[in-house]
C-alpha cells in the first residue's frame, strides 16, 4: 500500500488497480474564506496551494471517500473533479442525499458499524464527533473507515474527531495496522476545538498498535498545531519512529 499524502486530509490510496482519493479539497490556494478572523490570523484558505504533482496522481484516481461535508475534506473543486471524472465514490448514509442532490455520483453509502464489501475487501463506517462539547452538535456528523483490502495492512481513517470511545475501541478491537489521525486541533473563533488537542493526539498514538499518520496540518487557517511542533512532542513521548508527519506532496510505503 502507498499512501500520498496531498494536503490537509486529502489523500491518495494506492492498493494494486485501485487508487483511492480520499477527502478532495483540490482548489488552490486563497479558494475559501478564513475559517477564523480573531482566535487566528484571517487568511483564506487553504492557506498553501497543492503539491506539484497532484494533477499525476489525480488522472489515476479510480475511487472516492468522503468523510464529511465541511470545504475543508471537499470543496467545490473537488466536487466538480468527481463529478467530470464519474469517479465512484462512497460516504455515510447520512450525506448521500446532499452529495447527490449536488450530483456526486455517489455509489455506496455506509451506516455506522455496518461493514460493507470494498474493493474486494471491507469497509466499515466508525463514528466519530466532530469537537469537545456543544460544538460538535453544529459541526453534524462525520464518519472514520475501517478499511480491509486483499493481501494489504489494515486502515483506519479516523476523520475529523476528538478521543472518544469509539475511536479508542477500533484501537483495541480492531487493531489497525495504519491509522490516520487529524492533528491540527482545529478551533474556530468560538467554543473548544473541533478536533483532537495534542495531548489527545498522543493518546491515541500511544494506544494505536501500529503505525500512524498524523494530517490535518499546516494547510486550513484554524488550525494550530505545528509539524515542527508536533514532532519535538512525539519525540519527547518516545513516538518519533511510529508516528509519520508527512509534508504535503509526500509518499509513505507500507
Known amino acids: 500500500m502507498k499512501i500520498n499524502h496531498i494536503r490537509n486530509a486529502t489523500m491518495v490510496i494506492e492498493s494494486g488497480s485501485h487508487v483511492i482519493l480520499v477527502d478532495p479539497m483540490l482548489g488552490p490556494k486563497g479558494s475559501q474564506p478564513t475559517f477564523t478572523y480573531f482566535r487566528y490570523k484571517a487568511r483564506r484558505n487553504p492557506v498553501v496551494d497543492l503539491p506539484a504533482d497532484t494533477n499525476a496522481l489525480l488522472e489515476k484516481v479510480t475511487h472516492?471517500?468522503?468523510?464529511?461535508?465541511?470545504?475543508?475534506?471537499?470543496?467545490?473543486?473537488?466536487?466538480?473533479?468527481?463529478?467530470?471524472?464519474?469517479?465512484?465514490?462512497?460516504?455515510s448514509e447520512l450525506d448521500n442525499d446532499l452529495f447527490s442532490k449536488k450530483g456526486l455520483p455517489i455509489e455506496q453509502t455506509l451506516g455506522y458499524e455496518k461493514p460493507d464489501s470494498f474493493l474486494g475487501g471491507?469497509?466499515?463506517?466508525?463514528?466519530?464527533?466532530?469537537?469537545?462539547?456543544?460544538?460538535?452538535?453544529?459541526?453534524?456528523?462525520v464518519m472514520g473507515f475501517f478499511i480491509?483490502?486483499?493481501?494489504?495492512?489494515?486502515?483506519?481513517?479516523?476523520?475529523?474527531?476528538?478521543?472518544?470511545?469509539?475511536?479508542?475501541?477500533?484501537?483495541?478491537?480492531h487493531q489497525p495496522d495504519i491509522a490516520v489521525v487529524a492533528a491540527g486541533s482545529a478551533r474556530l473563533d468560538l467554543f473548544k476545538p473541533l478536533l483532537m488537542n495534542v495531548e489527545d493526539v498522543i493518546r491515541f498514538c500511544h494506544d494505536a498498535p501500529g503505525r500512524v499518520i498524523a494530517n490535518h496540518l499546516e494547510a486550513v487557517n484554524h488550525c494550530p498545531t505545528t509539524r515542527t511542533g508536533l514532532k519535538e512532542r512525539l519525540g519527547k513521548e518516545g513516538l518519533g519512529e511510529k508516528v509519520a508527519v508527512p509534508e504535503d506532496g509526500e509518499s509513505l510505503n507500507y
Request: charged letters at 25%; a negative charge; proline letters at 8%.
Open 148 to 173: 480491509r483490502l486483499p493481501g494489504e495492512p489494515s486502515l483506519y481513517l479516523s476523520s475529523d474527531t476528538i478521543y472518544t470511545q469509539e475511536v479508542k475501541n477500533v484501537l483495541k478491537q
Open 64 to 91: 472516492c471517500l468522503i468523510t464529511h461535508k465541511h470545504p475543508d475534506h471537499i470543496d467545490k473543486a473537488g466536487e466538480e473533479f468527481l463529478i467530470e471524472r464519474n469517479i465512484p465514490t462512497t460516504c
Open 122 to 141: 471491507e469497509i466499515t463506517g466508525i463514528p466519530a464527533r466532530h469537537g469537545y462539547g456543544y460544538v460538535a452538535k453544529p459541526m453534524g456528523n
